[in-house]
């Protein structure tokens, strides 16, 4: 058997977007990287490194609803997508209960504690907030289950952390070594990467480890990838573009008899003449008056 590689740079730009200004669903339209081939025993696959810029919000399409029941009315708030601090996320959050609702919602930080408390000014009945229907909001928060009243305290600080990881995924790239404990995560994550600068930096990360996948398929043609949080949720990467570059190994396997090497035409080089000088050493053998002897050939 013998391995040979193929580099892989993919842009985001060359991409066929499957879900928009969100740039976190692609198929990149690249055939015959690997042909299928009964000589190949399997490939490898390997992230070798990746630039991201951080140009999603916090607060964006996926989390930005509160979905709650007041004066027996099923609504919602929706708050405007964007990055937040603690006193910046407090007032947009009073403003839409306010001016959008009239509710007269008052929500105050603890310093000490860092969680929140949500207070009604002269309720008409109890508020309901429905996690079910507003988990990743409401876990942003620091909620973790659906909460009744005219004043409560969210069991948690709030977390304005954002994204911890970009889990790195692909169905045409797909390992047998990958797992994880996410049920919204499938078996295809390549590579997880931390986000590890602030909101309008760029993340640059490269593979120190030399971890190499086992692929499910022996071919390659065209390339998906998909980017989303440690919840399975798509990045919205409002349009920016980003780029990664993989390696694939390729392991062909080689005919060998005790009498006759077979070696492929299209090897390198450098593995030809390793065949050969092998070749060589099993001719010099056979013809080893005293070797044979010994063997009792």
């Known amino acids: 058997m013998y391995m040979e590689s193929r580099l892989i740079v993919l842009n985001s730009e060359n991409a066929i977007k499957l879900n928009g200004e969100y740039n976190s669903n692609l198929v990149f339209n690249i055939p015959n990287i690997v042909d299928e081939n009964k000589d190949i025993s399997h490939l490898e696959c390997s992230l070798e490194d990746a630039t991201i810029p951080v140009s999603w919000y916090l607060i964006n399409d996926s989390n930005n609803t509160l979905h709650y029941n007041y004066n027996s009315i099923n609504d919602s708030i929706t708050l405007t997508n964007g990055n937040y601090n603690g006193s910046s996320i407090i007032t947009e959050i009073q403003n839409k209960f306010v001016f959008d609702k009239s509710i007269n919602m008052e929500v105050v930080l603890s310093q000490v504690t860092g969680k929140l408390t949500f207070r ?18 409401m876990r942003i928060l620091g909620f973790n289950e659906t909460i009744n009243g005219v004043a409560f305290t969210t069991p948690r600080p709030m977390n304005l952390l954002g994204i911890q990881k970009i889990q790195i995924c692909s169905n045409s790239l797909g390992t047998i ?34 971890h190499y996948g086992r692929m499910k398929q022996r071919y390659l043609d065209n390339i998906d990838i998909q980017l989303v949080d440690e919840f399975g949720t798509y990045l919205e990467m409002n349009g920016i573009e980003f780029t990664l570059t993989f390696v694939i190994r390729i392991f062909r396997k080689i005919s060998v008899s005790h009498d006759n090497i077979n070696i492929p035409q299209n090897i390198s080089k450098e593995v030809k003449k390793d065949l050969e000088k092998s070749q060589e050493k099993d001719d010099d053998e056979e013809n080893d008056e005293e070797l044979q002897l010994l063997l009792g050939k």
């Open 177 to 210: 070594g990958s797992f994880s404990s996410s049920p919204n995560l499938s078996s295809g994550v390549i590579q997880s990467v931390p986000v590890d600068v602030p909101s309008f930096h760029q993340i640059t990360y490269i593979n120190k480890g030399t």
């Open 120 to 137: 009604i000014a002269n309720a008409i009945s109890n508020i309901v907030f429905y996690y079910n229907l507003s988990t990743n909001l």
